[in-house]
C-alpha cells in the first residue's frame, strides 16, 4: 500500500501519497466506522486509562452499516478521516482500515500533545482542510458536541448514534 505519512502535517495520513482535492465527505472513525464499545470500559472511574483505550483499537468490529455508507458515496468525493486518536496509533488505524478494505484518502488524527477537547481539536483541523483547498460538503458524527460544531462551520452533519462518544 502507498500510504504515505506527514504528507502537508505531522498528523495526516493520505493513503496513496497525494492530498485529495475538490469536495470532501468527513466520517469520524469511533463510534462510526468502529464499534469501540468493548473499549469504553478503560475510561470508566475517577482515572481513565486512554493508552489502554486506544492500544486496543485495532481490535474494533466494523460497523457495517457505515462502512457501507463509506463505500456508495460518489467518486467525485473524496473521504476524509477526522478522527480523536491520537498519531501515536496511526499505523494501528491505517492497518484497520485496510483489514476491512475500507475507502479513504485522507486520515488527520490528533497530534502529539494535542489535548484540547474533541470539537475544538476537529474544529482546529477544519481550518486546514479547508486552507488546504478542499470542501467539507458532509460529515458523520456519534459525539452530538462535534455535530454542532460541523453545523456552527456551516458543514451538514449526520449523527448517528453510539451511546459514547
Ligand atoms: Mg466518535
Redesign the pocket.
Known amino acids: 500500500m502507498a500510504t504515505s505519512r506527514r504528507v502537508a502535517r505531522s498528523n495526516w495520513a493520505t493513503r496513496d501519497g497525494r492530498l485529495p482535492e475538490g469536495e470532501v465527505v468527513v466520517f469520524?472513525?469511533?463510534?462510526?466506522l468502529a464499534d469501540a464499545s468493548a473499549r469504553q470500559h478503560f475510561l470508566k472511574g475517577v482515572r481513565p486509562d486512554w493508552d489502554a483505550f486506544f492500544e486496543r483499537c485495532n481490535e474494533d468490529p466494523l460497523i457495517e452499516e457505515a462502512a457501507r455508507l463509506l463505500h456508495v458515496i460518489d467518486d467525485r468525493y473524496s473521504i476524509v478521516l477526522l478522527?480523536?486518536r491520537p498519531v501515536s496509533v496511526m499505523d494501528a488505524t491505517i492497518a484497520w482500515l485496510g483489514r476491512y478494505q475500507l475507502r479513504w484518502n485522507l486520515l488527520i488524527m490528533r497530534d502529539y500533545g494535542d489535548y484540547a477537547a474533541a470539537r475544538d481539536f476537529k474544529a482546529r483541523e477544519i481550518v486546514g482542510i479547508r486552507e488546504a483547498g478542499l470542501v467539507p460538503v458532509l460529515a458523520f458524527?456519534?459525539?452530538s458536541r462535534?455535530v454542532e460544531m460541523f453545523q456552527a462551520n456551516g458543514i451538514p452533519c449526520v449523527y448517528m448514534h453510539?451511546g459514547y462518544?
Do not use: C, L, P
Open positions: 469520524d472513525i469511533d463510534g462510526v478522527t480523536g458524527e456519534d459525539d462535534n453510539s462518544y
